[in-house]
């Protein structure tokens, strides 16, 4: 079998114009261990070309990051498949709020050395290690209380709307935004630390990297 697209990226999406499948758009990701990114790259591929689910989805040694759509016809069966993986069972999905037949016009799975380009050498530390997820209620509370506060989003997210009181990096990147934020919280590693961004994938690494600088009390939120 081939496990990658040979039609040309135009006539796919020729194909996606014309074709009446409705899809459910939906991204996920998780940081565990895969042995073998490679093979499990390829397992991907086959059971999913079958679904004709469509999508980028990036694997590596540290885990999986996923966005793509998925048949409805084919949703219960696609979800039966995460649930029945050791890897991905039953990963949180963020779903779309309004279903997209043409939010993908083909499969993409690429196996890379990280599934977020952050600069650490996962050697170091265990990335796995993340802080603790909070409820909007249990993050709402601690914040009242004075807990520190940090936007993990790029500066032009966080300029369209963040929590008051907030630390926000003016970062391009992720890899500048963890340096400056481990320059801005030097000495208050015993105080609670509270963490936000886009789908948690950001803050899932920032927290374990932190705990890791030896911070006693990392949070991020969740979801």
């Known amino acids: 079998m ?8 135009r006539i796919l999406r020729e194909m996606i114009e014309k074709d009446p499948t409705h899809r459910r758009t939906v991204s996920f990701y998780r940081y565990a261990p895969i042995e073998d ?8 591929y086959m059971d999913w070309s079958e679904m004709t689910c469509l999508g980028r989805i990036y694997v590596a040694k540290e885990g999986i ?7 409805i016809q084919e949703w219960n069966r696609f979800v039966e498949y995460l649930n029945d993986d050791e890897i991905l069972t039953h990963v949180p999905l963020k779903i779309a709020v309004e279903d997209d037949d043409k939010s993908f016009y083909k499969l993409k799975i690429k196996v890379r050395k990280k599934i977020v380009a952050d600069g650490l050498d996962d050697n170091t530390y265990n990335p796995w290690d993340t802080g603790n997820h ?18 993990m989003r790029n500066h ?23 340096e400056m934020v481990e320059e801005m919280l030097k000495g208050k590693e015993d105080q609670k630390v509270l963490m936000y ?16 600088l030896v911070f006693k009390d990392v949070n991020q939120l969740r979801g």
């Open 2 to 9: 081939i496990l990658h697209n040979r039609i040309d990226k």
């Open 37 to 44: 990114p490679h093979a499990f790259r390829d397992k991907l």
């Open 65 to 71: 990051n996923a966005q793509m759509n998925v048949p």
């Open 134 to 151: 909070l409820s909007a209620k249990e993050f709402n509370e601690a914040l009242e209380q004075g807990a520190i506060v940090i936007d």
């Open 156 to 178: 032009y997210e966080s300029e369209v709307g963040h929590f008051k009181g907030a630390i926000t990096p003016d970062a391009d990147t992720f890899r500048q935004e963890l």
């Open 197 to 212: 961004c886009t789908g948690c994938i950001l803050c899932e690494k920032a927290s374990a990297y932190f705990k890791h």
